[in-house]
C-alpha cells in the first residue's frame, strides 16, 4: 500500500504496515529515534498498523507529542508497580482490579480497587518499583483480540474492564498492550498509543498523592483510589513543577481561607455553600463596589431578580432541559393546589430578557445594559467541589446589553474594555483570549445559522480591531451563541479562564424581544451576556491564591493595625485606630498584654498591610512609625501624611505601596 511522508513523497509498503516499518524504509537512524508518529493528524504509536493512503510524520523524543506518549506509558508502569506492591503483600494479582489510567496535563493517573487501601505513605516504593520496570526496559507489544475472548480475559474477574469492553461498538478494535513478556510483564485493556519499551520513558516523574474517585465519576459506583504523577522529558522541568506544587499548597485558598478568616463551608449548611467571613465578606464588598461603580460610569443599570424563576422561564430559554443534569431538580406546589413549577436559579439572564421585554421598547433606548450581581445555582457532583473555585451556589457580575445590530462591535469593544480594565486593577498582565464556536454538525446548538456565523464574525472583528492574540475553539460556545474567553495565569503561571462575553442572537428570538426602529417597524435585538469576575466565589478564591492572601491595601481586610509599645500609650493608639477608622481605613488598635514583637509578628502573619508602632516619643509628636508588610520600616511620620498617602493608595486602587 501506499503512504506519505511529510513532504508528500509516496512511500509503498507493505498491508498492515506501522509507523515503525515507515521510519525503518526511511532509514536506521529514524528508526532508532522513532517513538511514535503522527498518522492523519492522530497520534499513533509505533504498533498500530497504518491505514492504506496515511499521511505519516515520525516523532522522535525532540517532538512535543513525545510526552503524551511517554505519560501513557507510565500509568501502565503505574499499575504494574501496583500489583507487585499487593502481590509482595501476599495477595493474588488478579485482587488487584484496575479501572482507566489516562494522561492529564503534566500526567497521569490510574484507578485501582485494590485489595487495601493505599494512602501517601506507599507513593516512595510505588516509585521504586516504578523506575526498575523502567531499568528493564520492557518492549511493547500491541494485540487485537475478538470480543468474546477478550470479555472471556475479564469477566467474573474485573467488572471495570468488563464494562469498557462491552461499551467499544461492533465492529471496532479491542486492542491490549504488553509490555515484557509472560515470565515477567504486565498487560492491559488500551487503546494506546505508548512508547517503544519502558526504557524509553524519561526516569523525571514523581507520584504526587492518592485521592478517591467514583467510577465513571458517578457517585452511585464503586469509589476507587486515584494514584496521581507527573512527568516530564527533563529533570529542571520537574523541579520546577515540584516547586511550583508546593507554592500552590502555601497559597492553597482552602487553606489560606481558615487561617486568614475569609470565608466557612459549613456541612450543616450544605455542601459547596459558602458563608462569607466578615473578613472575606471586605473583599468580597470591594470588588463588588470596584464593579459597581465601572459600571454606572459606563452607563449600566442595576437591578435585583429573585433566587427562583418559573420552569416555564427557562424552558423558553433553553436552560431547562439543555442543561438539566446540572440544575437542581425542580421545586413543585402540586401537593398544595399549585401547577406552576418552580427551579432555583441556574442564570440570571432570563430574569433580565424579562425586564427588558416589560414594556414597549425603541431604537433610542438602546443599547440598554442591565446588571445585576445575582446568585445563582448549579447541582455539582459532591466529588468535584472545591473549596470556592467549584461550588454550588454562586453570585456572578452579570450583565446582559441589548442592542442593535450595528451597535454589536462597540458594545462588545465596550466590555472588551471593562474585562482589560479588571485585569490590569488586579495586576493581572498575563492573559490570552479565546474565541468558542459552534462545533461542525453538533446539535447541541439552538438558533439560525446564519446568525450563529454573523455573530462569531463580530466577536472575531472586535478581537482584531482591539488587538487581541486569541485562539478559536470550536465546540467551545454557549448553547446559544459564540463567545470569548479570557485565560488568565496567575502568579504561579497556572492558567484560570476568568471573564466572558458572548454575543446572541437566539435568546432574543425565542422570547420574542422587539424594539420600534426608526423606520417605525419592529426588529430583533441583539443581546451580549458578559461577567468580567465570572463567579465572585471562584473569583476570590483564585485571587487568594494569585496574592498568596497578601492583598493590596484595596482589598485587604483589616487594612492598619496600630501598637502601642506599651500601656502608657494605649490611649494614643485607639486614638489613631479612630481617626482612621473616621477617614475609611480599615484599622484595628492591637492592645493585647503580648510583648510588642509578637503582636507585629502576629499583624504579619495575618497578612495586615501597615502596622503602625507608637511609643512615648509618637504620641508627644503626634506621628507614627510606619511598617510596611514586605518593606519593612518605612520611619516616623505625622499621622496626616500616613493618612494621605495611604488614603490615594487605597482610593485609585494601587497595587503597589505609595510610600
Not at 487495601?116 to 516512595?124: I, R
Not at 399549585?338 to 433606548?365: D, F, G, Q, T, V
Amino acid at each position: 500500500m501506499t503512504v506519505y511522508l511529510p513532504d508528500g513523497k509516496a512511500l509503498e509498503v507493505p498491508e498492515g504496515a506501522t509507523a515503525y516499518d515507515v521510519a525503518k524504509a526511511v532509514g536506521p537512524g529514524l528508526a532508532k529515534a522513532a517513538v511514535g508518529a503522527i498518522v492523519d493528524g492522530e497520534l499513533y504509536d509505533l504498533f498500530k498498523p497504518l491505514p492504506p493512503g496515511a499521511r505519516v510524520r515520525i516523532l522522535t523524543e525532540k517532538d512535543p507529542e513525545y510526552q503524551t506518549l511517554f505519560r501513557h506509558t507510565l500509568a501502565h508502569v503505574l499499575a504494574q508497580a501496583v500489583k507487585e506492591h499487593f502481590q509482595e503483600k501476599g495477595y493474588d494479582p488478579e485482587s488487584v482490579r484496575l479501572g482507566v489510567g489516562p494522561v492529564i496535563e503534566k500526567g497521569f493517573y490510574y484507578d485501582i480497587d485494590a485489595p487495601e487501601p493505599l494512602s501517601d505513605e506507599d507513593l516512595p516504593a510505588l516509585e521504586e518499583r516504578m523506575r526498575a520496570i523502567l531499568q528493564k526496559d520492557l518492549p511493547l507489544r500491541r494485540y487485537v483480540l475478538p470480543r468474546e475472548e477478550a470479555l472471556a480475559r475479564y469477566r467474573g474477574k474485573d467488572p471495570y474492564k468488563t464494562e469498557l469492553i462491552q461499551e467499544i461498538p461492533e465492529g471496532e478494535e479491542i486492542s491490549f498492550y504488553q509490555q515484557g513478556d509472560e515470565a515477567y510483564g504486565f498487560t492491559d485493556l488500551c487503546r494506546g498509543p505508548h512508547v517503544p519499551s519502558t526504557g524509553r520513558i524519561p526516569p523525571h516523574f514523581k507520584l504526587t498523592h492518592v485521592a478517591g474517585a467514583y467510577w465513571r465519576g458517578d457517585e452511585r459506583r464503586p469509589m476507587l483510589q486515584r494514584v496521581y504523577g507527573v512527568a516530564f522529558r527533563t529533570a529542571e522541568e520537574l523541579k520546577e513543577y515540584l516547586w511550583q506544587l508546593e507554592e500552590a499548597q502555601k497559597r492553597d485558598h482552602r487553606r489560606l481561607g481558615r487561617e486568614l478568616e475569609l470565608f466557612l463551608i459549613d456541612p450543616m449548611v450544605g455542601k459547596g455553600l459558602v458563608l462569607w467571613l466578615p473578613k472575606g465578606n471586605v473583599i468580597r464588598e470591594e470588588l463588588m463596589a470596584f464593579m459597581r461603580e465601572e459600571q454606572i460610569r459606563r452607563g449600566y443599570q442595576l437591578v435585583t431578580t429573585p433566587h427562583i424563576g418559573s420552569l416555564e422561564l427557562y424552558k423558553t430559554s433553553g436552560h431547562y432541559p439543555y442543561y438539566a443534569e446540572s440544575q437542581f431538580p425542580p421545586i413543585s406546589f402540586k401537593e398544595r393546589g399549585e401547577e406552576e413549577e418552580y427551579l432555583l436559579k441556574p442564570m440570571n439572564c432570563p430574569h433580565h430578557i424579562r425586564i427588558y421585554a416589560y414594556k414597549k421598547r425603541s431604537y433610542r433606548e438602546l443599547p440598554l445594559r442591565i446588571a445585576e450581581f445575582g446568585t445563582v445555582y448549579r447541582y455539582e457532583k459532591a466529588g468535584e467541589l472545591l473549596g470556592l473555585t467549584r461550588v454550588r451556589g454562586f453570585t456572578q457580575d452579570d450583565a446582559h446589553l441589548f442592542c442593535t445590530p450595528e451597535q454589536v462591535k462597540a458594545e462588545f469593544l465596550g466590555v472588551l474594555d471593562l474585562v482589560l480594565k479588571v485585569f490590569a486593577t488586579l495586576g493581572l498582565r498575563d492573559y490570552r483570549a479565546r474565541i468558542g464556536v459552534r462545533e461542525p454538525g453538533s446539535e447541541k446548538y439552538v438558533g439560525d445559522e446564519a446568525k450563529w456565523a454573523l455573530a462569531e464574525r463580530q466577536i472575531e472583528e472586535a478581537a482584531l480591531e482591539a488587538g487581541l492574540h486569541y485562539t478559536v475553539e470550536a465546540g467551545d460556545a454557549a448553547f446559544y451563541g459564540p463567545k470569548l474567553d479570557f485565560v488568565v495565569k496567575d502568579a504561579l503561571g497556572r492558567e484560570w479562564q476568568l471573564g466572558t462575553i458572548q454575543v446572541d442572537y437566539n435568546l432574543p428570538e425565542r422570547f420574542g424581544l422587539a424594539y420600534v426602529g426608526p423606520d417605525g417597524e419592529e426588529h430583533r435585538p441583539v443581546m451580549i451576556h458578559r461577567a468580567p469576575f465570572g463567579s465572585l466565589e471562584r473569583f476570590i478564591g483564585i485571587l487568594i491564591e494569585h496574592f498568596a492572601g497578601d492583598f493590596p491595601l484595596w482589598l485587604a481586610p483589616v487594612q492598619v493595625v496600630v501598637i502601642p509599645v506599651s500601656e502608657k500609650q494605649e490611649d494614643y493608639a485607639q486614638e489613631v485606630a479612630c481617626k482612621l477608622k473616621e477617614m475609611g481605613l480599615r484599622a484595628e488598635a492591637d492592645l493585647r498584654s503580648e510583648r510588642m514583637q509578637a503582636r507585629i509578628r502576629d499583624a504579619e502573619m495575618q497578612k495586615v498591610p501597615y502596622i503602625l508602632v507608637v511609643g512615648e516619643r509618637e504620641k508627644a509628636e503626634g506621628t507614627v512609625s510606619v511598617r510596611r508588610r514586605h518593606r519593612g520600616n518605612l520611619g516616623a511620620m505625622p499621622l496626616a501624611t500616613f493618612l494621605e498617602k495611604a488614603l490615594l493608595e487605597y482610593r485609585e486602587r494601587r497595587l503597589e505601596s505609595v510610600f
